[in-house]
């Protein structure tokens, strides 16, 4: 299959529920400028895809779960506002624009982080379809996937560690703690969100936890990769940046032909956990590859 | 009654469940540090002590709802860690001891904020007694209810317009509109958290929300007033720091006489909502007039 009419229309689906979400005026609007203007910034909206993605491979119809999905961008957006702040990675360009604290200053930054994040956990209790009514069993496991994934034992943990680690000799098991917790945690519970609101069997869900710790792995190695092979124009964001701040990365204690190596064969196992699944799976099969070529 | 005891035995069981919640340490362990070191600053815990005691007056017990009603102190702690930060309100001083961000840095600080934000979620979806599940649908609708209360549309709105306020003129729509957002709002919801998780009337859960929307507001007015009349050593912050920022306030504007006449007339209301009980709501009342009384 190709999968970029596929990628096109789950971004135009999020990208509408989301624009009707915050319809809904956040006072004072210079918040709320500051949250959209990173939230509608281009994103690729990796995260809700491979939600509703995997969604789909359990059988269920991807419209159902738009609000759940959604919010897994806020929580990312989030974060890249946060990281990008002086005080943290100091970024002045994210996905081609000035970050948001270039924007807003540093103080509605931070809060705009803040309201997004608070944000999320309302929009995952969100019904879209009035027809269907998800779980409220599954809507706690949600929430409880998503919170310990994206707070102290999950991202924050990683960035926080991801910061202490600028300048420290190469190390590989901080690099490893660093990627499964700042990048991989986010993603793994991207795609268990599917199988846990379709509420379906227990080896299902095992099997796309495998495909999602993997490809959330690799993702991070391909930036990395990305941000020595890439140019500022590609990317978005400053190239070589990992290098200049003397980031723990794959490139910079492995290299970057075994960084590239790593990456595929993360890949090659992601696709591999997923033989249980038969054509309903292709989706995600092929958003692993895409995730392995892609150039920002 | 004599309400001192009660606070004393419900802070206790308060601080004893987030301590052990928290002997799962965070990684690194500087985050965890910077975590529990405003955690634990000697903070009154006057928002779980709320949810729990009128859990209480709808006839649960409070032990039951620990950890919902503990995570809105961890949304507490996270918002004043992000308010005293330099590009924030620049405070030094908290509960008499150096903000977060003069012991760990800015950077730890706000990742600090943001894993106990996040936290706070996870948290509220623990069960803290096996024999006794509370429902999902409640857990979700408390979910709900403290998102909105303290996210864009509720405490981050506030902390916005109250940065953006300083050194404007007076003006008493904007003030109302920053009290009832920054601090009103998270203190209605915890209130408002009991009659949820006991599932009881809809009677009961309105007479709470007017309860918890005026001591809420009360609750900011004294602590304006405090501001003025307080000394650094008895509030464990910088007294008269409002007036140095140029804050709106109550006294700034109406004067600190009219400010306490405000508080007394919101705590009469708060009381009066809460004729539907008898004796059983006895510590929601002695609260209402110790948060009036009180001198930090």
Redesign the interface.
Known sequence: MDIKPYLQEKRELIDSYLKNYFN?L???T???EA?TYSLFAGGKRIRPILALASYEACGGDPVDILPQASALELIHT?SLI?DD?P??DNDDLRRGKPTNHRVF????A??A???????A??M??SMQNTNFKL???S???V??EV??A????GM??G???D??SENSKPDGETLE?IHL?KTAALIKASVKIGPILAGGKRSILEALTIYGGHIGLAFQVVDDVLDVEGTTEELGKTAGSDLKKKKLTYPAIYGTEKARQKAEDLVTMAIDSLKPFSSEADPLREIALYLLRRRA
Chains 1, 2 share one sequence.
């Open positions: 809904k956040i006072q004072p210079i918040l709320h949250m989030y946060h702040l005080a943290m200053g540093e103080a509605m931070i809060l982080g803040d309201a997004l994040l608070t944000e956990f309302s995952i209790t779980q409220n069993s809507i706690v496991e929430i409880r919170s310990i994206s707070g102290g034992y924050v943990g960035q926080a560690q910061i202490l703690f917790h």
